[in-house]
């Protein structure tokens, strides 16, 4: 039987519970501030989980401080499953989610920052309970463990164990040789991002309190709204839809290019052919999508928006350009309900489910550099089929790839793959219809939220059975940890000892 050092993996596992504590304790300020009636009911959670996280770690304070890379896994995976379970009581306590099931699946799903919802009238909730359910993107969004990792240096452990396991995308670029260092760069960029989209955002007509919700939910790629309408909202004033679009845009670039950015070293920016490739899809994609809703959807459109305010052509290449950006980076705002436009674009948003972001962003999905890798890959099949002989790497950034990467990145895509069509499987055994199950899964594993069919656009997850809440929360969980993090746990060969 593998030998595991529980010690640290509790002790970690109570740090982690002491930061969720402090996070509800924020909220249950907010919800003082608004008077909404729950400010006790928040107090309470946030003390019990700061009571649950400090007895962890009191009694696993005589811990070894070497951790292998099996803890590591186990840590991130049971780390993110303790922050739903403990993160779930704030909704319970307050009776705006009264089942257990249904706020682990509302709580998991902020974590992964997928932002699916069962909550059927979202303005009716308390302030304080809504910031809490952004501040769930908000923290998943650059990950939990990653946050975590700035604070291990007090604990004498290191961290690159838990950062290898959880940093988003194929490859952990590091932007200074301690990794807890790069952690904070990351952070900073991250928070100031949040900081100055809520500026703007309170500038072009929001309230505050709308304004920071939607910067944590766009920064992290979630799409939590405190609307009903999602950001179709403010139809009425694009500023406000252009300034998410901007930040979105931004949430789903790798952070490392903005660090370079700020660095001054913007020309080592512009020429990641990862980046360059993200900004081609999305140009291409909105000009599609934006002709199709100008020529094809007048009626829809004219049910969504005002299109005299600025003309019918800003209005379609907005709600092109807003549609495209929110399912590529998986955030899952809303201005509009693709899946009543047309045809061609229900197949076509579904299809650019399975995209995602860039690695080393906070959106979910396969990744862009992988498409990248995959696509160079292919073309170079076909020359190897002429030239058996000759040696073809694949480059990046005008580096060749070692095969390790390219058979890694292989092996994720038909993961990937074989997780989405199981995922459709086990949701069509609740008696849910073809397109809502491929919906369901694509959407749950690549962390998106907005689905197809009954679980489209304008309608949220509350239909859906308990059993498949649970198997949708298992989807986003292992879709945010990048399947392999979470699935070599079911494998036999990783408890052995050797």
């Not at 930040?247 to 660095?263: P, Q």
Request: aromatic share 14%; net charge positive.
């Amino acid at each position: 039987m593998l030998k595991l050092n529980y010690k640290i993996i509790f002790h970690f596992l109570g740090l982690l519970l002491l930061c969720n504590g402090g996070f509800i304790l924020l909220s249950t300020l907010v919800s003082l501030i608004y008077k909404d009636g729950v400010t006790l009911n928040l107090f309470a959670s946030g003390v019990g989980v700061l009571v649950v996280g400090t007895l962890l770690m009191l009694l696993t304070r005589k811990h070894s401080k070497e951790m292998n890379k099996r803890e590591g896994y186990i840590v991130v995976t049971l780390g993110w499953v303790a922050m739903a379970i403990s993160g779930a009581i704030p909704y319970m306590v307050t009776n705006v989610i009264p089942t257990f099931t249904s706020a682990f699946f509302e709580t998991m799903s902020g974590y992964t920052t997928t932002g699916a919802t069962i909550l059927n009238d979202i303005e009716i909730v308390p302030k304080g309970v809504l910031f809490w359910r952004s501040t769930t993107h908000w923290i998943g969004g650059m990950g939990i463990i990653v946050l975590a990792i700035a604070i291990l240096p007090l604990l004498g452990i290191g961290g690159m164990q838990l950062f290898a396991a959880e940093a988003p995308g194929p490859s952990a670029d590091k932007l200074h040789p301690r990794i807890t260092d790069t952690a904070k760069r990351l952070w900073l960029i991250y928070f100031g991002y949040t900081v100055a989209e809520t500026i703007l955002l309170k500038v072009a007509g929001m309230s505050f309190f709308d304004a920071i919700n939607h910067a944590m939910s766009t920064l992290s790629t979630g799409g939590f709204s405190t609307k009903n309408a999602s950001v179709a909202y403010w139809n009425d004033r694009p500023i406000i839809q252009y300034i998410i679009i901007v930040f979105m845009f931004l949430a789903g670039t790798n952070f490392v290019l903005s660090y370079y950015a700020f660095k001054g070293r913007v020309q080592k920016a512009i020429q990641d052919e990862e980046l360059k490739l993200y900004f081609k899809f999305i140009a291409l994609f909105t000009i599609i999508v934006s002709l199709i809703i100008y020529f094809k959807a007048d009626l829809a459109l004219s049910t969504i928006d005002h299109p005299m305010v600025w003309g019918k052509a800003e209005s379609a290449f907005r709600h092109g350009l807003f549609q495209v950006l929110t399912v590529i980076t998986t955030t899952g705002f809303i201005t509009a309900d693709y899946t009543l436009l047309t045809p061609f674009l229900v197949v076509f948003f579904f299809g650019i489910m399975f995209l995602g972001g860039s690695a080393g962003s906070t959106s979910g999905g396969v990744k862009v550099m992988r498409h990248l890798i995959l696509i160079k890959n292919g073309f170079l099949e076909f020359k190897r089929a002429l030239h058996p002989n000759a040696v073809l790497p694949v480059r990046y950034n005008k580096k060749a790839i070692s095969g390790d990467i390219v058979f890694n990145i292989l092996g994720f895509f038909i993961l990937y793959m074989l997780s989405f069509i199981v995922g459709a499987l086990v949701f069509s055994m609740f008696q849910i219809d073809f397109q809502s199950a491929i919906g369901l899964s694509a959407s749950s594993l690549g962390n998106i939220g907005p689905a197809l069919g009954n679980f489209g656009p304008v309608n949220n997850y509350a239909a859906l059975p308990p059993l498949a809440q649970w198997w949708s929360s298992f989807l986003m969980l292992i879709g945010r940890l990048e399947l392999f993090t979470v699935l070599i746990l079911f494998t036999p060969f990783f408890w052995r000892n050797r």
